[in-house]
């Protein structure tokens, strides 16, 4: 047996649905070739490094399974074609990977998007940015309204003087 996982990126849009119709294509094309699907996950939403076809987010997927070394060239094909034709408009970007027998299966993974808003705005709020952030746009205001008044003053002692 050889093991191999498959990382594919998708448009930020997709719904879960979508994602599962990927899956269980996933699944289908494993199994016809008698290989074992170890793992099938949605990352999340990820802020992309550069855009890739104009869009700077994508949804990450990653699938691991195991295949008899005689037919991995005709699941590797299949996969290939699922992802480049049959879900050329929700796949984005995949590449597969050979992984040793051997090693864990265990990762990090870095939380996404979707799974980060709610802690941020609450970090944001802790640490008194907020409060800062008001006070420099008060600030702010304060000093155009006093540049605003000064050239008033000018603007009404020239009239005064013709």
């Known amino acids: 047996m050889v093991r191999y996982e498959t990382l594919f990126l998708t448009i930020p849009e997709l719904t879960q649905d979508e994602f599962q119709a990927i899956e269980s294509a996933f699944d289908k094309a ?3 070739a008698k290989g074992i699907q170890l793992s099938c996950e949605r990352w999340g939403k990820y802020k992309l ?17 195991e295949v008899d070394e005689a037919v991995r060239k005709d699941l590797l094909d299949t996969i290939r074609s699922l992802l480049s034709i049959k879900f050329n408009d929700k796949v984005m970007r995949f590449m597969t990977a050979k ?12 939380e996404s998007l ?20 008001l006070s420099k746009t008060r600030e702010s205001a304060e000093a ?18 013709e």
């Open 144 to 161: 155009a309204s006093s540049e605003q008044g000064q050239a008033d003053e000018r603007f009404s002692e020239d009239e005064d003087s």
């Open 49 to 65: 490094a550069y855009p890739v076809q104009r869009k700077d987010y994508g949804i990450y997927g990653l699938v691991r399974f």
């Open 30 to 32: 494993i199994r016809d």
């Open 99 to 110: 992984l040793d027998i051997n090693a864990s299966l265990a990762y990090h993974r870095p």
């Open 114 to 133: 979707e799974e980060t808003p709610g802690r941020e705005a609450e970090t944001f709020l802790k640490t008194g940015k907020v409060d800062r952030l």
